[in-house]
């Protein structure tokens, strides 16, 4: 993580946020040391009482993959291929979310909302034409994929320029100020 | 909120929401930054992968 001076705002990416909340018990020392990072990171902000914004497919992302973490625990699915068994298994049996995963996944939105609502401001952006028109074009200049795309959109139609996300493909954004090493 | 923050939040058209700023104790957001166990193996490349 950059060690510079804050900006006023700044952008959180999917990667970010999930990293953050993950517990590290499982995983590799390079995974291990990036989670530490992130939530590092995140009380750096809370700290120094600087805003944050995010678009909210971010949100939509964190509630995957606590769904699919639950199904993984719930049927021991624990390899590298978990949360494909995961998907499989949501696919083929929706059944399978059953009260005690609703009442898991209640917990982990109420974490999530813990996180958020401890920075002295906090933005949520939402779906706009702007955002949607801006995508496309971001799409062809960095080589993004869609997703990624809205990610950089939403920050860039409000003026800003500082990026925290774990995610190596937003190396191709050359002008904007990426505040993650992955290295 | 600055007025870079307000000039920020104009720019959108409305279609940004401001969450309420809540007090939560040191212990308690340090239990909410490590509340999600992903199985063993999964990298961030899947994570992403997953949410497509």
């Given at each position: 993580m950059k060690n510079d001076p804050l900006p006023e705002i700044l952008f959180l990416d999917s990667s970010f946020i999930i990293s953050a909340l993950i517990n590290p018990v499982n995983g590799s020392p390079r995974k291990v040391k990036e989670l530490d990072a992130a939530q590092t990171f995140v009380k750096r902000i809370i700290e120094e009482k600087k805003?944050?914004?995010?678009?909210?497919?971010?949100?939509?992302?964190?509630?995957?993959i606590?769904?699919?973490s639950e199904l993984c625990r719930k049927y021991s699915y624990s390899d590298y291929r978990a949360f494909q068994?995961?998907?499989?298994?949501?696919?083929?049996?929706?059944?399978?979310?059953?009260?005690?995963?609703?009442?898991?996944?209640d917990n982990h939105k109420k974490s999530f909302e813990?996180?958020?609502?401890?920075?002295?401001v906090c933005f949520k952006i939402e779906s706009c034409y702007e955002i949607h028109s801006l995508a496309y074009k971001l799409i062809k200049k960095y080589h993004l994929e869609s997703y990624d795309a809205l990610h950089i959109a939403s920050m860039q139609v409000g003026?800003?320029?500082?990026?925290?996300?774990?995610?190596?493909?937003?190396?191709?954004?050359?002008?904007?100020?990426?505040?993650?090493?992955?290295? | 909120?600055?007025?870079?923050?307000?000039?920020?939040?104009?720019?959108?058209?409305?279609?940004?929401?401001?969450?309420?700023?809540?007090?939560?104790?040191?212990?308690?957001?340090?239990?909410?930054?490590?509340?999600?166990?992903?199985?063993?193996?999964?990298?961030?490349?899947?994570?992403?992968?997953?949410v497509r």
């Open positions: 805003a944050v914004a995010f678009y909210t497919l971010a949100i939509t992302a964190y509630w995957n606590a769904l699919l068994s995961a998907k499989q298994k949501l696919k083929n049996s929706p059944s399978c979310l059953t009260d005690d995963i609703k009442e898991r996944l813990t996180i958020y609502e401890s920075f002295e003026g800003e320029n500082d990026f925290v996300s774990f995610d190596d493909d937003f190396k191709r954004c050359y002008d904007i100020n990426l505040w993650c090493d992955c290295d | 909120m600055t007025k870079k923050l307000e000039k920020f939040k104009s720019k959108y058209n409305g279609a940004i929401q401001v969450v309420e700023k809540r007090k939560h104790s040191a212990k308690k957001i340090d239990e909410a930054l490590q509340s999600l166990s992903i199985p063993k193996g999964v990298t961030l490349k899947q994570i992403k992968s997953c």
